[in-house]
């Protein structure tokens, strides 16, 4: 069996979904951080096929920026995490609740 | 295959506004960490001579049609126009925060250099003609913004903000990024003109159901930046939550970078599907107005209220992208952005000067007996009120009137009656200031502070813009006409 | 398509096989004497202090911040560095740029002391 494109995009669709259950029922905000970085990965391996299925690069280029992208939000959600951690001892999602209607 | 790139003088100008923020912004980093006790207020001087240098840079460029970068990056009107209001409202964002900042006790340097980093980003934003310059521009903007909102880390209520904020944005840029792929997927490129050139040749599938995933992404993605109903629930936490400046910011610069963005992707890009998104769109304006009105309706809290009030006017400016196809639809979004920044940036200055030991100034009660207390804010206060509801002789009435004019055009009817009702529901909670203002005995009888040269002009600039929008829209209107002359071309 | 494949089945059949019989066949033929410190998870001569899932410091948080930003720029260095000879100086003079713009990062995190570990 030949591994097609379509193959490379159920993979993707699958990362990415498991990356939105993740995001939105789990309650660990480092859990959450890395649903998100699941789904922006399941983005890259879309890029990356279809530039292989067109025979270009410029897909390959537009998942370097997604990696990059990706590791600056990673690394803003860590200082988020920092910053409430020291308020608030708990990294839970939860917990943030103070404002309402 | 491998295209040589090429890079010529022209790229450069192009970039040049960018370039001079993108240098000052660096420039000022290294003199605010070079030695520990630097004049933070200096800083924010630095930062406005850096705003207005770009501003005159951008400027000059007026009259340049061309794109840059192998078709990444456009310098038209449009663009400028944009630019033009973002760099505005940053100025005034960064005088009302003298003071503010230090009196809260977070003096620091960083404060005014994420914003101007924040600022590239929208700008980037207002020129890209590509999706990944579209995706950059719109993090580069974001990642600056979940910082100032969680800039008082001392305040529970501000690192939850940011909390929010950052968690529904990082999740909202990736269903973008996933609707970019297959926007790739389907087209085999990523530039907007060669994806209209794409459906302009190959027509368009209708039962490609790729197309829809696309449309239906996209509209989430960018849904969640101009905070449009179903994807607004972060936006009163964040909005009340972040500093008062920072909110004055976000609710007026990053809503018409992300409009700017959101409108040159559709009209340049996606005009053959107009058929396909354009109802879904209007749908969304009239969820989006409604639902903001009338929760604004029950706050207690004044910034909460024009947090969801805010809401509302991406509801209103939703109703321009719906009636894309008429001639003045694109007009009438940039002239109502305009027309919105000034009046938005106002009650969130005055809640700045309303600040007393006792009292943040961010209650509905805290406007109790302002006419009395300081009449001269008062009025001021009323003629923004008078503007957000959308009455003459302020910026926001024929900001309406353009707006809904346009969707009758478009033969969506429906839609403008909708947006009548929405405009009467917002006028109780609009004139509810009024009445607090002038008809009640004030609570608080403190002293208020007396405000500083820098956050005054930025007051008065903004009730001054207001009212001459106002008086002489035909001058705007033609400016906003001229400049999506060749957007959809 | 699928026979392409038999190659890499017979190297992880190999590979498996090799770990299983001597893995199984050291069990069957070595001395079985155990005791305390042997059965021990880390048999190394240190003795464990602590659960292996305790709390980490939160500066490693920082740590690793700082090391994701500046190893995930770094992605930027191979294209330009495959595509040096078609780049020539202009490639150059705009990689030092986009190093001098890291640079201001990293004195920035190193003046505000996120480096330091107290």
Known sequence: MEITLTHYLILAAVMFGLGIIGFITRRNMVTVLMSVELMLNAVNINFIA???????????????????????????????????????????????????? | MIEKLQFG????????????????ALLITVYDFMSKRTNKALISYMSQVAFFVTLIATFTLIGNNYTAYSGMFVIDTFAIFIKVVILLVAMISVAASHRFITDEGYESGEYYILIMFSVLGMMIMASATDLISVFVGLELMAIPCYF???????????????????????????????????????????????????????????????????????????GF?????????????????????ITAFMSTAVKAASFAAFLRVYATALPALH?????????????????????????????????????????????????????????????????????????????????????????????????????LLAGIMLIFMFSLTGLPPTGGFPGKYYLF?????????????????????SAFYYFKVGMYMYMHEPRNTEELEKPSTPVLTALYICVGMTLLIGIMPHRFFEAAKQSIMLLTS | MVLEYLPVLILMVFALGFAVVTIVMSDMLRPNKPEKVKSSTYECGAPLFTDARGMVSIRFFIISMLFLLFDIEAAFLYPWAINYNVLGLFGFVEIVIFIIILLVGYFYAWRKDALEWE
């Open chain 2, 148 to 222: 100032l909102t969680g800039f008082f880390k001392k305040q529970n209520r501000s690192i939850e903000g940011a909390l929010k904020y950052f968690l529904m944005g990082a999740f909202s840029s990736a269903v973008l990024a996933y609707g970019i792929s297959f926007v790739y997927g389907v087209t085999g490129t990523t530039n907007l003109h060669k994806i209209a050139e794409f459906f302009a040749t190959q027509g368009v599938d209708i039962n490609n159901p790729a197309l829809y995933l696309v449309l239906t992404l996209f509209v989430a993605g960018f």
């Open chain 2, 275 to 375: 058929i396909n998104w354009a109802p879904t769109l209007a749908v969304l304006a009239a969820l989006t107005m409604t639902i903001g009105n009338i929760v604004a309706l029950t706050q207690s809290s004044f910034k909460r209220m024009l947090a969801y009030s805010s809401i509302a006017h991406a509801g209103y400016i939703l109703i321009g992208l719906v009636a894309l196809k008429v001639s003045d639809g694109v007009a009438s979004v940039l002239f109502y952005l305009i027309a919105y920044a000034f009046a938005n940036m106002g009650p969130f200055i005055i809640i700045i000067l309303l600040r007393t030991k006792n009292s943040s100034g961010e209650m509905l009660t805290d406007l109790h007996g302002l006419g009395k207390r300081a009449p």
């Open chain 1, 50 to 101: 279809f530039a292989r299925h067109f025979q270009q690069l410029s897909g390959q280029v537009m998942s370097l920026f997604i990696i990059t992208i990706a590791a600056c939000e990673a690394a803003v959600g860590l200082a988020i995490i920092i910053v409430l951690f020291r308020s608030r001892r708990s990294i839970n999602v939860d917990d943030a609740n103070i404002l309402k209607y």
């Open chain 2, 225 to 245: 930046k101009i905070a449009a109903v179903p994807f607004h629930m972060w936006c009163p936490d964040v909005y009340e939550g972040a500093p008062t400046p």
């Open chain 2, 405 to 425: 004019y346009a969707a009758v055009q478009s033969n969506y009817v429906w839609l403008t009656v909708v947006a009548c009702i929405n405009t009467a529901i």
């Open chain 2, 9 to 24: 003088m022209s790229d450069f100008v192009a970039l040049l506004p960018e370039i001079i923020l993108c240098v000052f």
